[in-house]
């Protein structure tokens, strides 16, 4: 194993799951890794996230893929429905498997971190120990230097996973404006499950939408958008959904009475839609939202962050320099996450559609569609469902064999 001074040492900003994912990956590689996390807890409260084959392609490559699925529930049978119940579409899980070589698979984000957790040498996050990047270092000379509470840190790599606000990314770039409102609010909760069962579903209304997906746990995940100024707040936050979402089709009303109006996370959406120039300087690299925050309105946010640390760890060996691994990693990863988040703003725009003429006729497109079969829509994931990471994957299944779903989901 590494030593602790700067050769073989690198400092992760940021404890979520692409600082997590990258503290695993390059631990894998020899790295001795250090992860500073801000909050005292790591528990991410009332989040479910939907892994696409790509990630878990990604995880595979470091060994993860197969017990993060055993943690998982496959997301079954379901679609897209009015506010009033009315389906439009429905989803064919065998088919979108078949395509793109697995399932979307749905999990708590607090499983997947504390499985990260437990798969990292002990020691190895610092929570409640906030991270500033004083010095990016140079490529292959200058170590790169981090402060902490307890004094500073040198690293032959600093990964900058600190997230939508990233202050990692404004000392790389100060002359980028950042990410920029996109003019919607979500809602995140997670309650147990109604009595009675029902489709996962997403439904979409004018400017808004309603999305509740069975956990496999016994409990729900529950997200909601809607166009909403940035900044704006509610008194009561479950009050909000209520006055919004409480006259639309169940499950929702049931769902909205099990939670208590503490457990309702809501956060503004903003994305990077002016990519930045790189994903590095010096011996320093952004990850996830620090490097290309997207809508959430294709999934994919949490995914693309695994992506970006595999393929990171991918490139850079603790014996070799930092300097053509990190060049490697920004060529590699700006053009596939700038083409998935200006993917997902258009998937924006969709949603964004309030007049009663134009919902209608996005109702009408989608009902059309669903009836030529599940093939068309899955086009709308091509390119990246299917992506395969530059390293070999080593769970099963492999070679893009597609499992059977667990029964009952």
Same mark, same amino acid.
């Given at each position: 194993m590494p030593g602790t001074g700067p050769d073989g040492r690198a400092v992760v900003i940021g404890g979520g799951v692409g600082g997590l994912t990258a503290?695993?990956?390059?631990?894998?590689?020899?790295? &001795?890794?250090? #992860?500073?996390?801000? +909050?005292?807890?790591?528990?991410?409260?009332?989040?479910?996230? #939907? /892994?696409?084959?790509?990630?878990?392609r990604a995880l595979d490559t470091v060994g993860l893929g197969d017990a993060i699925r055993s943690l998982a529930s496959w997301q079954g049978e379901g679609g897209m429905r009015t506010p009033a119940g009315r389906w439009l579409s429905r989803t064919d899980a065998r088919a979108a498997a078949e395509r793109f070589g697995g399932p979307l698979v749905l999990l708590h984000r607090a499983a997947l971190v504390d499985h990260f957790v437990r798969t990292l040498p002990e020691g190895t996050v610092r929570t409640g120990c906030p991270g500033e990047l004083l010095d990016p270092g140079t490529p292959d000379g200058r170590p790169a230097r981090v402060r902490t509470p307890g004094g500073e840190l040198e690293a032959a790599l600093v990964v900058g996973a600190d997230g939508i606000r990233s202050a990692t990314r404004?000392?790389? =770039?100060?002359?980028?404006?950042?990410?920029? &409102?996109?003019?919607?609010?979500?809602?995140?909760?997670? #309650?147990?499950?109604?009595?009675?069962?029902? +489709?996962?579903?997403?439904?979409?209304?004018?400017?808004?939408?309603?999305?509740?997906?069975? /956990?496999?746990?016994?409990?729900?995940?529950?997200?909601?958008?809607?166009? +909403?100024?940035?900044?704006?707040?509610?008194?009561?936050?479950?009050?909000? /959904?209520?006055?919004? =979402?409480?006259?639309?089709?169940?499950?929702?009303?049931?769902?909205?009475?099990?939670?208590?109006?503490?457990?309702?996370?809501? &956060?503004? #959406?903003? &994305?990077?839609i002016r990519p930045l120039p790189a994903y590095h300087r010096g011996r320093t690299a952004l990850l996830g939202d620090a490097a290309h925050a997207m809508t959430p309105f294709l999934g994919q946010g949490g995914n693309q962050a695994i992506e970006d640390a595999v393929v990171l760890a991918h490139h850079l060996a603790p014996s070799a320099g930092t300097g053509p691994g990190l060049a490697a990693y920004s060529a590699e990863r700006l053009p596939r996450t700038t083409a998935v988040v200006r993917r997902s703003a258009r998937a924006t725009r969709l949603v964004a559609l309030r007049s009663a003429p134009a919902v209608a006729l996005r109702q009408a497109l989608v009902s059309t569609v669903s009836r030529f079969g599940p093939e068309l829509v899955l086009r709308t994931f091509d390119g990246i469902a299917d992506w395969r990471p530059p390293a070999p994957t080593y769970a099963a299944p492999a070679h893009g064999d597609v499992p059977e779903p667990p029964a009952g989901r």
């Open positions: 503290a695993v990956a390059l631990s894998r590689r020899g790295w &001795h890794v250090t #992860v500073l996390e801000r +909050a005292r807890d790591l528990e991410p409260v009332g989040a479910g996230i #939907v /892994l696409a084959p790509n990630a878990q404004a000392g790389l =770039f100060p002359e980028h404006p950042g990410p920029v &409102h996109a003019g919607f609010t979500t809602w995140r909760f997670v #309650v147990p499950a109604p009595a009675r069962p029902f +489709a996962p579903h997403e439904s979409w209304g004018p400017a808004s939408l309603w999305g509740s997906q069975p /956990l496999g746990d016994g409990r729900v995940y529950a997200y909601a958008a809607a166009t +909403a100024p940035d900044g704006a707040r509610a008194a009561d936050e479950k009050a909000e /959904l209520l006055r919004r =979402f409480g006259d639309w089709h169940d499950p929702i009303p049931a769902l909205l009475d099990a939670v208590s109006a503490d457990r309702v996370l809501r &956060h503004d #959406v903003h &994305h990077m």
